[in-house]
């Protein structure tokens, strides 16, 4: 549902794999379009998919996912998001069988124009699944973000929203101020913007996205935009009066630690060969799964793949995960101590 | 003087280029490294230079400079340095064949290792005159920036110090302070780090840069620094006032007027073909060229090339400037109203 960047860049990527892609769009010229650029298979929505991706604007996410998991004709169907503010979509559609999504990707293009079917290859994915999230449901995304090349982390919503405040939305207010000065200054100075090189050019690079989903985002996620913020007036303050103070000393320190931090941020790294799988019993019962998802996410562990192996009596079973084999060992043990003692098996 | 990520750069540069290049280092053994590396031509000073780069740390230019402008063997010899800020290095150099000079070029490398013979194309490359600087030791720089494949653009000092604190000094510490603000947030939330996207990576690369010149650079240009900073404080109070009161026409406003610059943002072009010559009778004396290229800094006119031609009697000349077609006539009106009547030529 909505065929702009990441709906058709979605339509394209599923394609490319062998889906069959239905979509719509509020408008039905751009639905034309995606359908004449090979974004869908066909028009309109399928009341026999396994799978909906809700593409629209953020402010219509909740009623159009409760609108396709509220049809009767279809108790199966799973649905996800690509918004970039989580706790309010989710809490707002509180469904078992909708699992709250957000692709880390993004372009400077703007609507169908710029899809891409590559956007996702090797973008972190953030799944949000909560107490309530039905495991089979939250493995089918995870099985199709897999598939699209993208590596799936999950994290509870709330902590999705403050940590994007962190390093997308508060970066983004950053970027689209400093080029506001500058461009101000350049009212003056004609020769301004011709200082300015690769390092300003891509520090505002991300500035030049569509202005309007912004307004929307900014909202839903005020609180930790604002904290975020924040954060960054005084820390900045303190930079203002180390160089006021001609403080050399602080300043190195402040710009080594930076250097460094920015030398080990790790790179978008092809998925790796290196799997371990995790077996772990576990009860048959709600929330384990975001428990689980939790722990792994708060370690840093990217789980590649998840299934549970139900047993054939009782209501137990056993949850496999594949994860990176170095992390394997520190995710079982933490597992362990939450009372979920499991093993390691190495993948051939 | 210095075989660093800079005067390496100079190095490879120039004699690709067919020029001869003797160098020396504070360290006798990156020197001979520089040497192996096919940066220099010999070790050593060399007083038959033509022109001496100097490309030491900041703090030590204008001594460097001033030892060789003192040296009597070198009446002629032109010296240039590649320092960030200006005004405190041109005025304790004060000699009409220093030309304080600022490659808006840089790299993620760091020192000798990451020198690169395609640094400079292409790059602006601010030159400083000012009413002292002699015409002729402006011209030798100038020619062999634009040798070098660099856009040589003139500013005062002041006016250099004052951009590069929008464009590339507050920028760079405030892609510090959001390095560091991540790398702290994710010692509580490992995945946080993952979320990172490629606008993050781009707004923080810059600070990965060598620690080093900081001190220097906060220092020598600790006024225009402040104030660049106490206005993006300033800018960002705002922005988070409107994230906290919901302003979304605000958001909205401040968002689609960077998206709109960011967007107008002139790609760094490569030299254009479409070239005029505009000639202008001036007096001999001095100060005129400082005037006359303050002027084209101003327009944000390039200027491609620069000579003065001498009349054989009296004391004027014809200043000879190659600029960009479409800017011509604005800078010829300019000089005009400025008591310098010219004439433009089409160049073939």
Excluded at 264 to 275: F, K
């Amino acid at each position: 549902v909505g065929t702009g960047l990441i709906g058709g860049s979605l339509g394209l990527a599923l394609r490319r794999r062998g889906w069959h892609v239905s979509g719509t769009d509020r408008d039905p010229e751009q639905a034309r379009q995606a359908l004449a650029l090979g974004v869908l298979d066909a028009i309109g929505d399928d009341p026999e998919a396994e799978i909906v991706f809700v593409a629209t604007p953020a402010a219509i996410v909740a009623q159009v996912a409760s609108r396709i998991l509220g049809d009767r004709r279809r108790p199966d169907v799973v649905v996800t998001d690509v918004s970039g503010v989580k706790t309010s979509v989710v809490g707002a559609v509180g469904h078992a069988r909708f699992v709250g999504g957000h692709p880390m990707a993004g372009s400077e293009q703007v609507g169908l124009a710029g899809a891409d079917p590559g956007l996702f290859d090797g973008a972190v994915w953030v799944l949000t699944p909560t107490p309530q999230t039905d495991l089979g449901a939250y493995a089918v995304v995870q099985d199709v973000v897999n598939d699209l090349g993208a590596e799936p982390i999950a994290l509870t919503p709330a902590d999705h929203d403050r940590l994007v405040a962190v390093v997308s939305h508060v970066p983004h207010l950053v970027a689209a101020t400093l080029m506001n000065a500058a461009s101000t200054g350049a009212q003056h100075d004609a020769a301004l913007l011709r200082l300015a090189a690769g390092g300003f050019r891509d520090m505002t690079r991300v500035a030049a996205g569509h202005p309007g989903i912004w307004p929307d985002v900014c909202t839903d996620n005020a609180p930790a935009i604002v904290a975020a913020l924040d954060g960054l007036l005084a820390d900045l303050a303190v930079m203002r009066d180390r160089v006021a103070g001609a403080d050399r000393s602080g300043l190195l320190e402040v710009l080594a630690r930076a250097s460094s931090a920015r030398r080990s941020l790790p790179a978008r790294a092809a998925r790796p060969d290196d799997l371990a799988e995790i077996r772990v019993p576990v009860p048959d019962r709600e929330g384990v799964l975001a428990e689980i998802t939790s722990v792994a996410g708060d370690l840093g562990v990217n789980i590649y793949d998840i299934e549970i192996a139900h047993s054939s009596e009782g209501n137990r079973g056993v949850l496999v995960l594949v994860v990176e084999r170095p992390l394997a060992g520190a995710l079982r043990d933490s597992l362990g101590k939450l009372g979920y003692p499991g093993s390691v098996g190495v993948l051939a």
